[in-house]
């Protein structure tokens, strides 16, 4: 029923306009009564977006899994942001039809913003929580989750824009291979361990041995970045 | 009586809820007509932030001054979000307010992330032109400034919790600092002189003379953002 919901609301709202197709269209087109649409929607807005509830569930949990906490933060992110990606990937067809209804319809983008929000509230409070001993904690978990979602953003409109052709997910993990490079992703992992109450117990993240000494040549004018990946590669040969 | 009908509606969305609180409530308070509501606010959410389209109007105009273009691009979009924290700041018992509203009431919420979604649009489209000739131009645009905007949030809202004391001007330049110190700030400026099409025009962003050599002295462990911060003063000496 759940789905003749949703197929019968997609349909009206391509035919008439998501303003024009009331809830009362939807159930007469679908065969059920109206509170049936009430039990499973809360709203006209949310049958558009029928498995965020769920995948924010799914999202929630994994981060929970203090077993993930082994890993460095911004990778355990990236990897949560990975099942939202999942979710557009898994029906194409339908993620196109709302990608559509999206770009016209204000209130349903206003929702699907309102529903973004809450997945970078919930990166960000696992960031938190991994950051907590770290000065600047609150502020990088929330930079790192805003500029995560903002890479699966980016993979996943560019998919849609293509008209889901290629691996989407080859393309998140390029974007954020790309917010990894940044010094929030080696640097964040360094930190990450060094900020993390069980930092002590082993050496999953600790550096070479300090007494070594790196010397870097460089010419002036060498952009930095090619300069850091030249010391990173120095640091971890 | 613009300003009367701001006033009237904060005070009674305070007093009685915004839900409960009607444009006519409002109108009869403010002591005017109900036309004269609409005149001014599309919507009951929209008078709760009657700055912000003055506000995205003045980025738009600052933005548009190609004479910034001389200026590294992530600065420049630092420079935009500043004029909207300046609104919040030269209204601190207002912003206090709204504050309180936004997180009892959906609606503004919801607002106020589209209003907050269209100011990053509109830094992450001028950062698109800056970076056109990147092959990354239109990913590293979304992502910085995205990260932009997570920072001005993060100082806006350190601000409003600690009621508006301290200088929060200063406390988003610290958190803004925060994000230039990564990989997109002095490197996104090289990048940003290196993409833009009068790149070759002016010395602005040109780097010191290139046949010079410096040496980085480090210990293997030293954490990379500390080198990349003795490489960075080396190149600039």
Redesign the interface.
Known sequence: MREALISAALDLFSERGFEQATVDDIVARAGVGRRSFFRYFPSKESVVFPDHEGCLADMTAFLADRAGDREDPVQRVCEAARLVLRMYAADPDFSLRRYALTRQV?AL???E??VV?RYERTLGDYLKLRFAERP?G???A??I???V???H??ALRSWLRSGCTGDVEAQMDE?LG??L????G??GQ??GAEGRPDAADGPAHA???????????????????R??ER??AA?EE
Chains 1, 2 share one sequence.
């Open positions: 204000p983008r206003a929702h913003l309102a929000w600047d609150r502020l990088r929330e930079v989750a805003s500029a979602v903002a890479g953003n980016h974007a790309w917010v490079a940044t010094a929030w080696t640097d360094a930190a550096g070479p041995d300090t007494d070594e000494v790196v010397v870097v040549v460089t010419r002036r004018g060498t952009p930095v970045q300069v850091v010391v990173r640091l």
